[in-house]
Every structure is written in structure tokens, then in C-alpha cells.
Antibody, heavy 122, light 105 residues
Framework: EVQLQQSGAELVKPGASVKLSCKTS????????MSWLKQMPGQNIEWIGN????????GYNQKFKGKATLTVDKSSSTAYMDLSSLTSEDSAVYFC???????????????WGPGTMVTVSS | DTVLTQSPALAVSPGERVTISCRAS??????VYWYQQKPGQQPKLLIF???NLESGVPARFSGSGSGTDFTLTIDPVEADDTATYFC????????FGRGTKLELK
């Protein structure tokens, strides 16, 4: 059974950074991409970027370049996302999700973690 | 970015048929995906490639469309289907619609 376990809620001060984790099980981590997505309260979902579990290759939404940095630890089948220079606009739920490519063209997300709520407040 | 437009809310009675629409600002071929999200939970994939049912999803759910107009159909609707339904495209970088909240009468 594919499972994605995310780290707990974070309360961080403006200007600080935070590192979120997504520990996986039930599939071969190095054969798939991991994607990260952002959902602000009552708002739609935004794709942040993808990272390949096999070699750490990344692709980012232009909007999140410089804000998010994706990494992986193959030894523990865990993906990480660093968020830097946090502001109130970064307060949201962040999901990790297994990324799939249909016909090598279309990205979609077949298994999602439960999400990590990040609150930026002084 | 490709913008996806969804109606904000629908209300139907159990046992009825409901169609949820998603319109793209430009053609996305068949690169559309549908997700169900219940309050406090993560999204769940229902349909991939516009019309393919994800494994384990009840056959009451179906998807159709190509180009700019897509539809998710639930027939018949059950009480457990109360949720917000999002469409997503990835002809360009992945983007999501703002979701349609389905309520049961």
C-alpha cells in the first residue's frame, strides 16, 4: 500500500525558513517523482514543483523558484521541501503527492500525503 | 498559465445524476484530471486523462471531454460524495480549477 507520511504542523516567524518532510512506503521511491503542492484556506491548489527520487532532478513552477527547494534522501525514501523567507502569503497546507507522467507528457498526482499546515506569524 | 473555470457549488439529491464542468482557457487536449477532496483531507485522484477511471474508484464516477470542455459525472450520487471536486490540467505546467463544492439535499 502506497503511503506518504508528512511532518507535523509548523508555526514560524516571518523571515524564517522551514523544512517539510514526506516519508514514503509501499513503492520504489527511486522510480517515481515526488511533487509538492500548496493549498491556501478556501483556495485552489498550486503546483510547486517535482523531484525525481532516482537522481534528485527537479522542475519548478516559476512562481516558487527561490521560495521552495526540493531534495530527496534515497536511503530513507523521504522527500523534503525547504521554504525560505517566509511571509503571511506562505501560510497554507502543503501536500506531497506522487507525481506521474501520462504518455510522458501530462503530469498528475495519484497518491497524496495528508498535508502539513504552515502558519507564518510573529 | 492555463486557467480552469469551475462552477463554485452544486446541490443534488441522493440517487440523482450530477455533472461537474471544467472549462480551460486554451486547449489542453485530454490532459485533464479530476480529484475529490473532503474537508480536512487530502485530494484523491478519481479520473486521469480526461476519461480513465483510477483503480479502486467506483464506476459511478466517469469523465469526458477534450480540448477545452470537460465533465465529471457522478451517477447515481451517494451521501458520501459530499466533497469539493477539482479539475487539473497539465498541457502546460499543472494548474487546478478552484473546485466545485457538491452538497446533497
Amino acid at each position: 500500500e502506497v503511503q506518504l507520511q508528512q511532518s507535523g504542523a509548523e508555526l514560524v516567524k516571518p523571515g524564517a525558513s522551514v523544512k517539510l518532510s514526506c516519508k514514503t512506503s509501499g513503492y520504489t521511491f527511486t522510480n517515481y517523482y515526488m511533487s509538492w503542492l500548496k493549498q491556501m484556506p478556501g483556495q485552489n491548489i498550486e503546483w510547486i514543483g517535482n523531484i525525481y527520487g532516482g537522481n534528485g532532478g527537479t522542475g519548478y513552477n516559476q512562481k516558487f523558484k527561490g521560495k521552495a527547494t526540493l531534495t530527496v534522501d534515497k536511503s530513507s525514501s523521504t522527500a523534503y521541501m525547504d521554504l525560505s523567507s517566509l511571509t503571511s502569503e506562505d501560510s497554507a497546507v502543503y501536500f506531497c503527492a506522487r507525481g506521474r507522467l501520462q504518455w510522458n507528457v501530462y503530469w498528475y498526482f495519484d497518491f497524496w500525503g495528508p498535508g502539513t499546515m504552515v502558519t507564518v506569524s510573529s | 498559465d492555463t486557467v480552469l473555470t469551475q462552477s463554485p457549488a452544486l446541490a443534488v439529491s441522493p440517487g440523482e445524476r450530477v455533472t461537474i464542468s471544467c472549462r480551460a482557457s486554451e486547449s489542453v487536449n485530454t490532459g485533464v484530471y479530476w480529484y475529490q477532496q473532503k474537508p480536512g483531507q487530502q485530494p484523491k485522484l478519481l479520473i486521469f486523462g480526461a476519461s480513465n477511471l483510477e483503480s479502486g474508484v467506483p464506476a459511478r464516477f466517469s469523465g469526458s471531454g477534450s480540448g477545452t470542455d470537460f465533465t465529471l459525472t457522478i451517477d447515481p450520487v451517494e451521501a458520501d460524495d459530499t466533497a469539493t471536486y477539482f479539475c487539473q490540467q497539465s498541457w502546460t505546467d499543472p494548474t487546478f480549477g478552484r473546485g466545485t463544492k457538491l452538497e446533497l439535499k
